[in-house]
C-alpha cells in the first residue's frame, strides 16, 4: 500500500501543539519568564511569514525544560495530550487514520514539532512513525540544540528520505496532507499532494495546480 504522510499542526488537530505546549509550561509554573507566551507568539507569526528560524524556536521552547531528564519531560508531554490536545484534533481526521489503517496503508506523521510531544500526540491517533524534530541529549537531558537536520520546511524532505531509506519504503503513489505553505517543498516532492485546513498561501496553489483539497471541522462542544 502507498504511504500516506500526515503533518500535524493544523492538518490533523486544529491547533498549533508547540504553542499550546508553551501555555501548558506557564499553567504547570514550568515557565519563570512572564513574556514567555509573548515572546512565542512572536517568534509564531515569523514561522506563519516564512521567515522562522526553527533553531531559535526550538532553544527558547526547551529552556524551561533544561533541568529535567528526558523520562520527565517524555511524561510531560503525556500529560499535555491527555489535558490539552484530546479536545483539538479533528473527528475527520481519527476516522480517516483509522480507515487507511484498516486498509493497510503505512501511516508516517512528519512535523516541525519536537519529537517528543509528536511522538505523544501520535500515540493518541495510533500513528507508530514519526518524524519530528530530534534534540541533542547530554546525560539524559535534552540540550535545546536540534540533533541532525530539522523536519522543517526544506527539511521535512531530507528527514522523509532517511526515513524512507532507513524503513526501504518508497514514496510511489504516496500522499502527503498538509495545511501549511512551508510544507510546499513536500507536497511538490509526492504523487498526490492532499492540501488540507490550507492558510492562504497555499490555498491559493492549491486551487491554481487544482490538488485535492480538504476542510475539517470541529463540532462546537469540542472546544
Known sequence: MPLRIFDLDETLVRCDSSSLFCEYLVERNLVEDAAYLTKERQLMELYSNQKLQIDDYIKFQIAPLAMLKKAEIEQLAVEFVAAKMRQWIYPEARELLREL??????????????AFIVRAIAKELGVEDVIGIDL????????????????????????????????RQSLTQAHFYSDS???LPLLELVDTPVVTNPDTGLAKIANERNWQLLNWQLVPSSV
Not at 539524559?140 to 523536519?151: E, L, N, R
Not at 527539511?155 to 526515513?163: D, N, Y
Request: no cysteine; proline share 2%.
Open 136 to 167: 541533542q541529549e547530554v546525560n539524559g537531558q535534552y540540550t535545546g540544540a536540534i540533533k541532525g537536520v530539522p523536519s522543517y520546511r526544506e527539511g521535512k524532505v531530507t528527514r522523509l528520505q532517511q526515513w524512507l531509506q532507513e524503513h
Open 181 to 183: 505553505i512551508n510544507d
Open 101 to 114: 489503517s484498516l486498509q493497510g496503508h503505512r501511516i508516517v506523521i512528519i512535523s516541525a514539532t519536537v
